[in-house]
């Protein structure tokens, strides 16, 4: 049964950084797309990255292009999300996902002085 379950989130000041995990179980994660989301207060989901399998370059919203990298640990089956040079915009919470119907419960991230 797939599960994903994402931790590493918190508080943090603006410019910190933040590194968020996403543990797989069910399947293997090098063999699958995958993806992170975020929501703030009152918004809509959105993207915030993808990782391809078979070493196909990943993407990331124009928004933390160049802050935010997304890698995977195959040995450990969990998927990272390295967030750097954070913003008081960065807060939301922030969901794993394999496309499509898989999610994780999410972890929070506020940025804030």
């Known amino acids: 049964q797939v599960q994903l379950v994402e931790s590493g989130g918190g508080l943090v000041q603006p410019g910190g950084s933040l590194r968020l995990s996403c543990a797989a179980s069910g399947f293997s994660i090098v063999s699958y797309l995958m993806r992170w989301y975020r929501q703030a207060p009152g918004k809509e989901r959105e993207l915030v990255g993808v990782?391809?399998?078979?070493?196909?370059?990943?993407n990331y919203a124009p928004s933390v292009k160049g802050r935010f990298t997304i890698s995977r640990d195959a040995g450990k089956n969990t998927v990272y999300l390295q967030m750097n040079s954070l913003k008081p915009e960065d807060t939301a919470v922030y969901y794993c996902?394999?496309?499509?119907?898989?999610w994780g419960p999410g972890t929070q991230v506020t940025v804030s002085s």
């Open positions: 996902n394999r496309p499509s119907d898989f």
């Open positions: 990782i391809a399998p078979f070493g196909l370059p990943s």
